[in-house]
């Protein structure tokens, strides 16, 4: 038995490179590899709905990019036989083991938004993945709307996180993109049509990937990516994930959504409930009062507010 690393996923066939030679394998998942016995601390046992994840369960596991497996080439058709545990798993994008998003968003066509913003950044803080936000096309936005948007970005500079601002057609911004991906496994993930793969062909040039413009009569962008790969970059791998518009979060009650915000985190020390003031209807709020003082932005406590209201109103999976 030999171990590698999926590299690339198209229909049911992965590319492997194996940890020893570094060769690129042609491999098929074996069908008892489907269904799996899980325990609660076994890293793909994910809870799903309000059951509790720590229930034995038997569930459907399938290889994605990203993982590292056990595979046998003894036979003509190689297989992978066993999955090694995943330290953390997306499911859209679905691909695992990632060391870093890149949060991809373009100023104008179609229009930055911080709702998007926000959801994407509580989807991370629950996989524990830390984000890096690109900003694209700022090269169609009028000056004193960039300036605008950059003024209300600096918040999210301030609570810790990295922003790049690029205009990947004419190479502008790219420069300074290109040591974030050493020794790091990163994913590009953002709505269709915000300039991914204009961003990956800005990167690395010899991809020549398939870009398509924004659907002038839609308003939104076309599905140009067909595929699930791992592109080698200044050595890292970049992911390039099939855009898409709509992202859920799997949270079951509303009281997870404070704890997955950090700058209220860091504020409810201050607030008369501490920890257990949800900071929406609670007097002496540290957060409510920092929104009022122009110190939280007011449209991230406006998102925060709509996705507790979200998650109450969300029917019951079981």
């Known amino acids: 038995m030999k171990k590698g690393f999926i590299k690339r996923l198209i229909?049911?066939?992965?590319?492997?490179?194996d940890l020893e030679t570094k060769e690129e394998v042609i491999a098929f998942a074996r069908g008892k590899l489907r269904y799996m016995k899980l325990n609660e601390a076994n890293s793909f046992n994910r809870q799903l709905t309000k059951r509790t994840k720590l229930d034995p369960k038997i569930m459907k596991?399938?290889?994605?990019?990203?993982?590292?497996?056990?595979?046998?080439?003894?036979?003509?058709q190689v297989l992978i036989t066993e999955?090694?545990?995943?330290?953390?798993?997306?499911?859209?994008?679905?691909?695992?083991?990632?060391?870093q998003v890149l949060l991809v968003f373009s100023a104008v066509n179609p229009d930055f938004s911080f709702h998007l913003l926000d959801k994407f950044l509580i989807i991370l803080n629950q996989e524990n993945l830390v984000p890096v936000i690109v900003i694209s096309k700022i090269d169609l936005i009028e000056i004193q709307s960039l300036e605008a948007l950059k003024r209300d970005m600096f918040y999210y500079e301030k609570i810790g996180y990295k922003i790049y601002y690029v205009n990947s057609k004419q190479q502008?911004?790219?420069?300074?993109?290109?040591?974030?991906?050493?020794?790091?496994?990163?994913?590009?993930?953002?709505q269709t049509g915000v300039g991914k793969s204009t961003l990956l062909n800005a990167l690395m040039p010899e991809l020549k990937l398939k870009t398509q413009e924004i659907s002038k009569a839609l308003g939104r962008g076309k599905h140009t990516t067909?595929?699930?790969?791992?592109?080698?970059?200044?050595?890292?791998?970049i992911v390039d994930t099939p855009g898409f518009s709509k992202i859920e979060f799997l949270i079951f009650h509303a009281d997870e959504v404070?704890?997955?915000?950090?700058?209220?985190?860091e504020l409810s020390t201050q607030c008369r409930?501490?920890?257990?003031?949800?900071?929406?209807?609670?007097?002496?709020?540290?957060?409510k009062k920092a929104?009022?003082?122009?110190e939280i932005l007011a449209s991230r406590y406006e998102n925060y507010v709509q996705f507790c209201e979200e998650v109450k109103n969300q029917k019951d999976k079981y």
């Open 258 to 265: 404070k704890t997955l915000y950090p700058d209220f985190v």
């Open 273 to 287: 409930f501490k920890s257990n003031c949800m900071h929406l209807n609670e007097p002496d709020c540290a957060v």
């Open 83 to 99: 999955i090694l545990p995943r330290k953390n798993d997306l499911v859209r994008p679905d691909v695992c083991n990632i060391d």
């Open 11 to 17: 229909a049911n066939q992965y590319t492997l490179i």
């Open 172 to 190: 502008i911004g790219i420069d300074v993109l290109a040591h974030i991906f050493t020794d790091k496994l990163t994913v590009l993930a953002g």
């Open 226 to 237: 067909r595929h699930t790969e791992l592109y080698e970059y200044n050595g890292g791998y």
């Open 291 to 294: 929104v009022e003082n122009g």
């Open 61 to 76: 596991v399938s290889p994605k990019v990203g993982d590292y497996v056990i595979y046998d080439d003894s036979e003509d």
